[in-house]
């Protein structure tokens, strides 16, 4: 009787490509290294194939390990999927679900709603994943993930997007600054400031720039951070002003008197928060169902 490879073996594999280490990718696998490795080595004799090749500095896939992997990666999605199938036939909302969030929503809208779905659905189980846009749909494609709640519009192959509400965008500048008590602030008043921005990989700095139409050379980026809550506090140290997502206003992460927050009086000066899943999922009544959730917490907020 001829063996096959396993999925834990299959596992194993794309851990070691993901990570490049096999320290590092049995750690993520909860094994030994000797453990993980051993099921690769089980895994080429399995397949009568040299799917790595090893050296001292780094781990390099021969050919056919390129294509190994790709295929074991498509197989392990659809092993999720045949999970997630056969929980979705169960009561909606009363599993485990990863959630994948990028760091300027989660902090802001993640306490209030989980503390709410606790409450009414005491079953769920999210697992909530904060990373940046392009780190989650990776996730996503890979399987390591079911649902992300981000900011549109993403480009991304193979997947659904939902949306959720508009989040608007307020000037944060500190009190003293000729913008801070404008009436009727204007988009155009921002030309030639110094904007404190995000650092590049940061959705919300394009989706800032873009509602607002503004052009490279039309402000000045005296200096970037990683954070919101580090832009916050150079704000509020009279560095310069920054462009604030409407969640965040008011907030324990961002609120201090050393900062005025002003709205703009254009219309669509904002940015689209929604929910994305991959197209193929067995899950899609159940994403929308806490799409609609989420909708409905936003507005009683």
Excluded at 33 to 41: D, E, F, R
Excluded at 58 to 76: M, P
Excluded at 179 to 200: R, V
Aim: with cysteine; proline share 5%.
């Amino acid at each position: 009787m001829s063996r096959h490879p396993t999925i834990k073996q299959l596992r194993y594999l794309c851990a070691v490509v993901e990570h490049g280490h096999f320290g590092r990718a049995a750690r993520a696998c909860h094994v030994s290294q000797s453990t993980l490795s051993a099921g690769i080595l089980e895994l080429e004799e399995v397949l009568s194939a040299s799917l790595l090749e090893r050296n001292n500095r780094n781990l390099v896939l021969t050919g056919l390990g390129e294509e190994v992997v790709a295929r074991s990666r498509a197989l392990l999605r659809d092993v999720e999927d045949l999970m997630a199938l056969c929980q979705a036939s169960a009561e909606p909302l009363s599993g485990r679900l990863r959630l994948g969030v990028i760091p300027t929503i989660a902090p802001f809208l993640l306490p209030g709603l989980l503390k709410a779905l606790r409450k009414d659905y005491p079953d769920f189980k999210p697992f909530i994943r904060e990373d940046l846009t392009e780190a989650l749909i990776e996730a996503l494609h890979r399987g390591e993930l079911d649902l992300l709640l981000l900011a549109l519009p993403v480009s991304a192959d193979g997947v659904e997007t939902m949306h959720l509400f508009d989040d608007p965008f307020l000037l944060a500048s500190p009190p003293d600054h000729p913008l801070a008590k404008e009436q009727g602030l204007c988009t155009d008043a921002l030309k030639g400031q110094e904007l404190l921005l995000l650092e590049d990989g940061h959705c919300l700095r394009d989706h800032a720039l873009e509602a607002c139409k503004l052009r490279g050379a039309e402000y000045k980026v005296p200096y970037q951070a990683t954070s919101l809550t580090t832009v916050i506090q150079m704000v509020a140290s009279g560095i310069g002003i920054t462009l604030l997502p409407g969640m965040a206003a008011g907030t324990t992460a961002i609120s201090t008197s050393d900062v005025t927050v002003t709205p703009f009086s254009e219309k669509d000066v904002s940015r689209e928060i929604g929910l994305m899943w991959r197209r193929k999922t067995p899950r899609l009544t159940e994403f929308r169902l806490l799409g609609d959730y989420i909708i409905e917490h936003q507005k009683s907020s």
